[in-house]
């Protein structure tokens, strides 16, 4: 599930714009990450006899570190919570916790700046690391938790599905982290959509790919079905989720990325249509082609007609004329089926075909919307599922 998609323009785009520009072939540069992110210097990293090197106080301060550098002596004392370091310019050995260590030719200067190597000062830390030669790119990840940390990380996963199980909304939302960028959205959403329909979800698997005492983060595969209520789209999700502690070492959701899902047999949704009365068959039928003709027409005032208002429609709106200034697509509705109705709900699966003029090629899209009746009038709820994308 997501917030209004566009029709999975962005990936349509990714198809439309394809192969459209090239770039000459040159040296790749060398990039830093750190449990993925990458780091940045004020002078790019320079490979020394194999080895990465870098500016030494951007590296330290990124890795944690508060720095006291001695410009006379070329000292570097470096200092965090768990080490510390220091080293000098020229020296035999650093002095790392105490203990003496080989310095080996990884502390240098370089037209006038004093360099370290990555690996060198990343492995003092207590990070693993690794290169990709073919990105060009070191990577540095902390090193897994203990047991008892590992235990307390996962633990978080034990205590969502007990809420869901309950259908506590409340329960869930105290699991999240009260600064996280997706609170908001949750507290307004989450407790009527429990109220509605009740699920089951089961963590297929679970991992730890990166971990510090700040944030951990955890990769999953969940299946997630329906239980009762109203119509769910079954589903199997990978997903990735960024804890952070409070301030009693709780460990909670910051956030939560949607990595890939695969929903159970959208073709066959569209053979599950449920008996709906003429006047408000009518209805739908004829939001769909509304909105459909609106994307065509890259008519965006029109589009907005066809949705009931929510928070951020205003920025969906401008997303919609650049997807539309970029790309020229034209949407048929192959076959449509109503296959949830209710007096003031229902949830539609539509079929189309979707043409990206100026690469002639075609995408074939199964997308599940939920419809709201306001008023006596049918409008598209602001969540929807991309249920299946195929190019023809």
């Known amino acids: ?9 962005t990936g349509l785009l990714l198809f439309g714009l394809a192969g459209t520009a090239s770039a000459a072939s040159k040296p790749q540069e060398i990039k830093v990450l750190l ?68 310095i080996n030719g990884q502390l240098q200067s370089l037209s006038g700046r004093t360099v370290v190597g990555v690996r060198f000062i990343a492995t003092l830390s207590g990070k693993d690391v690794s290169w990709d030669a073919a990105a060009s790119t070191v990577q540095i990840v902390d090193k897994g938790p203990t047991a008892q940390e590992k235990a307390a990380v996962l633990g ?15 329960g869930i939302i105290q699991l999240v982290a009260e600064d996280a960028p997706i609170r908001e959205a949750l507290e307004q959403t989450l407790p009527a959509r429990m109220e509605r329909v009740k699920t089951s979800t089961t963590v297929l698997d679970k991992k730890i790919v990166s971990f510090s005492k700040d944030e951990a983060v955890v990769v ?29 070492g709780q460990w909670l959701i910051y956030n939560i990325e949607t990595l890939g899902v695969e929903y159970d047999n959208p073709d066959a949704l569209l053979n599950q249509a449920v008996a709906v009365p003429d006047e408000d068959k009518a209805a739908i039928d004829a ?16 589009f907005k007609a066809t949705v009931v208002p929510f ?19 034209t949407y048929t509705i192959e076959k449509s089926a109503i296959v949830s109705f209710g007096d003031d709900r229902a949830v539609v699966v539509q079929s189309k075909i979707a043409e990206v003029k100026e690469q002639d090629v075609k995408i074939r899209l ?11 009038k049918w409008l598209f709820d602001q969540t929807e599922y991309v249920l299946k994308q195929e190019q023809l």
């Open 35 to 102: 449990n993925g992110k990458a780091l940045t210097f004020q002078v790019a990293p320079a490979s020394i006899k194999g080895s990465t090197f870098v500016e030494f106080r951007s590296l330290f301060t990124q890795l944690g570190y508060t720095i006291n550098y001695d410009a006379k002596t070329k000292t570097i004392q470096a200092k965090s919570d768990e080490h510390e370091i220091k080293m000098t310019v020229g020296g035999d050995v650093a002095f790392v916790d105490g203990k003496t260590v080989p």
């Open 156 to 170: 978080l996963f034990d205590k969502l599905k007990l809420a869901e199980a309950a259908s506590d909304s409340k």
């Open 1 to 9: 599930m997501k917030r209004w998609s566009m029709l999975g323009l």
């Open 366 to 376: 199964i997308q599940g919307n939920e419809l709201v009746k306001q008023d006596g």
């Open 287 to 302: 939001l769909l082609k509304a909105q459909n003709d609106a994307y065509n027409a890259e008519d965006t005032d029109a």
């Open 220 to 248: 999953t595969k969940e299946r997630t079905e329906r239980v009762s209520g109203d119509y769910y789209f079954n589903n199997t999700s990978e997903n990735q989720y960024t804890l952070h502690p409070d301030a009693s």
């Open 311 to 329: 928070e951020g429609l205003d920025e969906t709106l401008e997303s919609l004329k650049n997807v539309f200034s970029q790309v020229d697509i």
